[in-house]
């Protein structure tokens, strides 16, 4: 059983530019979440899929977009960057929703500088 | 608008200590109480989870106490050790939608050897 995996590990980008993270769920899962977390925070949730549709939207503006595949796996972009979007980006698979979907697996995340 | 307070910020505890993090929750619809684990360079790990129909839970060394009418949660770690120092994260979550937690802004753990 693998686990969840995301990449690039790390990634530095210009103000302006756009950035795609990757992330692959845990095998049997078909649910992924993306979070922001910012240095000295807790993680903030920006959305989720649920077999490959978006099943719910946090706070983030409509340049916070995302994509699930049919194997599950997902693409976070962000468009047009700002310095603020400097964070570490996880990426969380779960089995479905409900009870089922309540233990969250996260990757490592992607730490994202923006200069 | 923070739905979930946690405290202390950081934390500081002698190897064998009992170090104590509290969350407290103000949307009374939350249904799952977790706490992660997140050491340096990592994602957040599931540590023990509680539901707001029994007041305790033991898994090993931790232990989640439940105050339903106080609206408060906290995380004890028994005989704490070194290997134990890393960030702790509270989360509430409430039923319906996408299931999501929120979670608080974490705790900073330093067991001392």
């Known amino acids: 059983e693998t686990g969840v995996t995301q990449s690039p590990t790390h990634l530095i980008k210009t103000r302006g530019q756009q950035v795609t993270l990757r992330c692959s769920s845990q095998?049997?899962?078909?649910?992924v979440s993306w979070y922001q977390q910012a240095l000295g925070q807790g993680p903030q949730f920006i959305f989720q899929y649920y077999r490959e549709e978006e099943n719910g939207r946090g706070n983030f503006p409509p340049r916070f977009s995302g994509l699930q595949f049919p194997n599950y796996s997902s693409e976070l972009n962000v468009n047009a960057l700002e310095l603020d979007d400097s964070a570490l980006y996880l990426c969380?698979?779960?089995?479905?929703?409900?009870?089922?979907?309540?233990?969250?697996?996260f990757g490592s995340g992607t730490q994202l500088s923006v200069l | 608008q923070q739905q979930v307070k946690q405290s202390p910020q950081s934390l500081i505890v002698q190897k064998g200590g009992i170090p104590i993090i509290n969350c407290a929750y103000e949307n009374t619809a939350f249904d799952y109480f977790p706490w992660y684990q997140q050491f340096p360079g990592k994602g957040p790990a599931l540590l023990i989870a509680?539901?707001?129909?029994?007041s305790e839970k033991k898994e090993g060394r931790f232990t989640i106490s439940f105050n339903k009418s106080a609206k408060q949660f906290s995380l004890h770690i028994m005989d704490s050790q070194p290997g134990d120092s890393a960030t702790y994260f509270c989360a509430a979550r409430r039923p319906g939608g996408s299931y999501i937690p929120t979670f608080g802004r974490g705790t900073s753990l330093i067991v001392h050897p």
């Open positions: 095998s049997g899962h078909n649910t």
């Open positions: 969380a698979s779960s089995e479905g929703l409900g009870l089922s979907g309540e233990k969250l697996f």
């Open positions: 509680i539901r707001p129909d029994v």
